[in-house]
């Protein structure tokens, strides 16, 4: 105790700010947008990655911190930073990276482009065929639906969407001299970038729309035209204790989201100062609160070209790994997943091993096997066409159990979730939506069939959603089992999250926000009694937990080896002496995003055996406190060496990887050995690959 009141006496400055620290992040996307040394539509992608990133900053947290200043609250970040203090850091990093993003774009990425025959043009640079061709779009698919409002006493300023990209234009009558501002709306249903023909020569869309501004004002003198967008307060407002139905209420709050706040407006650089001024009086918006870009606003539009696909600028491609045990043999049979798991577990990991061959093919085979009695699942992000979700309708539909517990708060996929949940109750699955005020974050799948011997459970946890799309791009780990103690306890944890009760004693699983702070907590004190001896290695997405921080800093105080692998937001200062100096901090950010949790303890010799955790938390005051999370202990030998050689090359990785410093600053790693982790684990993916399937027979 005494340790860790010296550590707090050293007050606010033992931390870093949060949002800086995300913006940190953000500097390596860019970093990797504009290193020429990867391949050049993964570098299209790192913009686009860029450009979403900085939406939902600005929609989540820049707006919560508005919302502070507009409500008179006087709070400090953890770093002791006041919200405009907070609002003006921002704004102070900000600026130089969108400049940079403006030189990558127009110097590198565009000029890059067209040497391979992919050409974003102008309007006014095309020639006269290509304009002729696009002047025939403009007319057939663009005009009908475009809507300008001239801005006057009869047509006040009008009241803006979120993310909506618009146009601003000066008209006037040469008969009556008599001037307007009009807005146009540019449709988010076209796409972004017009492509000319079946040629991969592009024009933005916007850029279409302001060459053929006489005919949406027809005998009118066309004027100056400027590009804008406003990002709205996107955070859903509920009250759930008075809710009666809560479904309603988030469709309710989605469509009031739309017309949020105004948190920031996009302009195009060389926008006058009078059309500023007017965009900000209207918006109510400081004219910090404008940013002038000289690229094309929106680059999230991007994917589009990213989706070309040109092999010799495209990232290689790998093939997943099915295991061995899964593996169709040369008798045309698939394994019985149930046979092979009551024989060991299955650890995973995506996308270097399928997804679609495992974890969908696990529920496909329960949801067709007769000896299912039920199924049980949590949902917080899937795809469009999930198959696990058509498995799941089909097992209902055969007779079964089905129940799925649907996070219907799941930060931008609100709509896609409500959906789900009407089409599963239409088959008849039994649809949950949590506990009141707690966001279901637990990656979780039970499947209950009866057998001989009786009743027997099998499971699915992971680190990552049930998103087949996004289990191709992010990296995860998770594990199938049919360990009686684990699944016992996932039954204990679904009883709690569909029915009434407390959490009672799990064997294994450790459920946030009961138990997971304490947990996580008393394995790092452990540490810190061993000393020199101890050993900790967490990979995270974030770590922002101050209690935990602090934690980290005795552990570290008492000569504890410590390694922090958090790809995003970073609030713990490493290596400061007294505090931190046996603490090292480092950011993987590659083609892959790095998502799986991992917590890590001793492996020091017998008197300190290694312990390895997986599961779905974030160190962060929302994941342990406001969120129904879990970690799992990973328990076959072979499994567990499995993960330690994944932290091994997390912690060898010279090409994907930064390293910070105590003042929050990241150099990027660089030596002579070359190693990435992901490239590394994805030619492994290719060899075994390669390999014949296993014979049955």
Known sequence: MEEKSVITALGPSRFLNREVSWIRFAERVIELAADNTIPLLERVKFLAIFSTGLDEFFQVRVAGLKDRLAASVRSKSSDGMSTKEQLKAIRNELEPILDRVGKIYNQDIVAGLKEHGIEIASFDELGDDDRRTLSEIFEKRIFPVLTPIALDPAHPFPYISNLSLS??????????????????????????????????????????????????????????????????????????????????????????????????????????????????????????????????????????????????????????????????????????????????????????????????????????????????????????????????????????????LVELKARFDELANISWAKRLEEAGVHVVYGLM??????????????????????????????????????????????????????????????GFSRPGDFSKIVLAPSFLRNRIMELIDEQAQKGSDGRIVIKVNNLTDSSIIDALYNASNHGVTIDIIARGICCLRPGVPGLSENIRVKSIVGKLLEHSRIFAFGGSGNANPFKVYVGSADLMERNLDRRIEAIFPISQASDIAQVEEILKLCAADDQYSWTMNGSGFYERETSLLGISVQDILMEQANIEARKPAPSLM
């Open 167 to 404: 146009l601003l234009v000066t008209v006037s009558d040469p008969i009556s001299n008599e001037s307007r501002v009009a807005r146009i709306k540019v449709p988010a249903i076209l796409p972004r970038f017009v492509p000319i023909g079946d040629s991969y020569k592009f024009v933005t869309l916007e850029s279409v729309i302001a060459a053929h501004l006489n005919r949406l004002f027809p005998e009118m003198t066309i004027g100056n035209h400027y590009s804008f967008r406003v990002t709205r307060n996107a955070d859903l407002s509920l009250e759930e204790e008075e809710a009666d139905d809560l479904l309603e209420l988030v469709e309710i709050e989605l469509r009031r989201r739309r017309f949020g706040r105004a948190v920031r407006v996009e302009v195009s650089r060389g926008t006058p100062s009078t059309a500023i001024d007017l965009i900000a009086e209207e918006l109510r918006l400081h004219r910090d609160d404008i940013y002038e870009v000289d690229f094309p606003i929106d680059l999230s539009g991007l994917w589009q070209v990213h989706a070309i696909g040109m092999p010799e600028i495209s990232a290689p491609s790998f093939s997943p790994i099915t295991p061995q045990e899964f593996s169709e043999s040369n008798t045309g049979r698939r394994a019985d997943i149930f046979e092979v798991l009551r024989s060991r577990d299955i650890l995973l990991h995506h996308p270097y091993t399928s997804f679609s061959n495992t974890v969908e093919a696990f529920i496909e085979q329960a949801a067709i096997d007769p000896n299912v009695l039920a199924i049980k699942q949590t949902l917080y992000r899937t795809s469009g066409d999930s198959r696990m979700m058509a498995a799941l309708i089909r097992a209902a539909e055969a007779g079964k159990q089905v129940a799925v």
């Open 437 to 498: 005020g707690l966001k279901t974050h637990i990656k979780a799948a039970l499947v209950i069939r009866n057998e001989d011997e009786g009743v027997r459970l099998y499971c699915h946890l992971g680190t990552g959603n049930y998103n087949a799309k996004t289990a191709r791009s992010y990296e995860d780990l998770g594990l199938l089992s049919a360990d009686s103690e684990l699944n016992r306890d996932l039954a204990e944890a679904f009883n709690l999250l569909t």
